[in-house]
């Protein structure tokens, strides 16, 4: 049993039997699969209720996370972006890739998964951005393992939005939203998810630098690119980039 400068801690005993051996102190907390619970042997009775708050005796704690992702290099984020502008150029839609580790090469990756994405449209021809689904690689080698994404907000600001949100709660790793493509430099908001919470990163964590947009990036990215488009136009329906 440890002790404070006040004196001796209130035990604290790990339920992981359901049919443990009660302890002899007076009072102690028992951390059980249904939550922590207070206890006592008292001369008239043995009790176990449902604890409102943790032992006083405890030191705060904050939630966190040290990083230890590699860095995209600035050759691969720039590609990255390139590809995100030309794609908001040509329909004016969201787009993704994932980052992916190589734990044989130890190389960080973009795999560039079959993707569609939806644009609304009017009958005046005026598109806005919706949302983009994408299909995780079934062909990934053992060794490759994906650790996160960058998707696109075309000329909107980068945030998290709700769907995002939602999306990444259970998709632990990095996610980059890469937004206001209209400007040079773009606008980046990064966040890694650990075990449903969300940390805020600066980009000089997660990326080697950024110059400037590569429109050069590799031709088979937009192969994997589709378009559809909602609304009053009657033109408007699931189309190849072709």
């Known amino acids: 049993m440890h002790s404070t400068d006040d004196g001796p801690l209130t035990p604290i005993y790990l339920k992981t039997q359901r049919d443990m051996s009660w302890p002899e102190d007076k009072v102690f907390y028992l951390l059980t699969a249904d939550g922590l619970f207070l206890c006592r042997n008292h001369e008239f009775f043995r009790s176990s209720v449902s604890s409102p708050r943790w032992p006083s005796e405890l030191a705060w704690h904050d939630p966190m996370l040290v990083p230890r992702y590699p860095k995209l290099a600035s050759r691969q984020i720039e590609e990255v972006v390139g590809f995100f502008s ?3 150029q040509l329909y004016g839609s969201e787009a993704i890739v994932l980052l992916a580790w190589d734990s044989l090469s130890k190389e960080l990756q973009i795999v560039v998964p079959e993707q569609l994405a939806t644009v609304g449209q009017n009958r005046w021809g005026d598109t806005w951005p919706i949302g983009v689904e994408y299909d995780m690689p079934a062909n990934l080698p053992s060794h490759v393992t994906i650790l996160g994404d960058i998707h696109s907000h075309v000329d909107g600001a980068a945030y998290a939005s709700h769907t995002d949100r939602d999306d990444e709660t259970h998709r632990p790793g990095l996610h980059i939203v890469v937004g206001r493509l209209n400007r ?10 650990v075990d449903g919470t969300r940390f805020n990163m600066s980009p000089e964590r997660v990326m080697d630098g950024y110059s400037r947009r590569n429109p050069e990036y590799p031709a088979w990215w937009l192969d994997n690119f589709r ?4 609304g009053a136009n009657p033109g408007a329906s699931t ?4």
Do not use: L
């Open 239 to 242: 189309s190849s980039n072709r």
């Open 227 to 230: 378009i559809k488009g909602i």
């Open 86 to 88: 030309h794609v908001g």
């Open 184 to 193: 040079e430099p773009p606008e980046f908001h990064i966040q890694a998810v």
